[in-house]
């Protein structure tokens, strides 16, 4: 009894110490990059959820009141600007809140993540011609705007509102077609701080 132990508390040699950290590192090397990768995609998962959510909550106010929210952001608010939480102008029909306290963007909590009527063109299904504003004047549309994307985050998420991810050129492509599209409908290259706009209607 006491031998076996006595065995057990020599521990490890160093060469069986080496051995251990160099499996260690060699699965650290496999696993880090896939936990990161999980940790990115789900961040953008919780964004598209929260344009879902606000998505809801713009169609019930509309109800509502006949107006979009004119602007609701998160930092920098003053009471003008989160209608969606509170209703400081007292505006007829109101019967909020919308939601309960302003959202944060996942993908950086200093970044913007807010909805507002904004005047902006939308080509939905990417034919070339806009179906929300014409030419480069803008019309008045809801929309969600959020920044400090990457370009690889900015496409992931155009993927899972439009589907779009694999049209990289042309007036389709994820960029600048479909209800999620980049604030300058331009290929963001390697940017790492895309901002994005999503449709969420017009009057
Ligand atoms: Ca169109
Ligand atoms: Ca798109």
Request: glycine fraction near 8%; aromatic fraction near 10%.
């Amino acid at each position: 009894m006491f031998r076996k132990n006595a065995k057990a508390e020599q521990g490890f040699t160093l060469i069986e110490m080496i051995g251990v950290l160099a499996i260690i590192s060699i699965l650290a090397a496999i696993i880090a990059p896939k936990i990161f990768e999980a940790i990115a995609n789900s961040k953008i998962s919780s964004l598209a959820e929260g344009i879902a959510t606000v998505r809801t909550s713009v169609t019930s106010y509309y109800k509502d009141t006949g107006n979009f929210p004119t602007q609701w952001s998160d930092g920098n608010s003053t009471s003008q600007n989160q209608m969606m939480v509170k209703n400081p102008t007292a505006l007829r029909g109101w019967n909020g809140p919308y939601l309960d306290k302003a959202l944060v963007n996942p993908i950086n909590p200093n970044g913007y993540l807010r909805t507002q009527q904004g005047s902006w063109t939308f080509d939905i299904d990417g034919d070339g011609t806009n179906d929300y504003g014409t030419g480069t004047s803008h019309a008045t549309v809801s929309m969600v705007w959020f920044n400090q994307l990457s370009a690889d985050q900015a496409k992931q998420l155009s993927n899972i509102i439009d589907s779009d991810g694999d049209n990289t050129t042309g007036n389709n492509a994820w960029y600048n077609a479909g209800r999620a599209r980049t604030s300058n409908s331009a290929d963001p290259g390697t940017s790492t701080n895309v901002t994005m706009f999503v449709f969420l209607g017009s009057r």
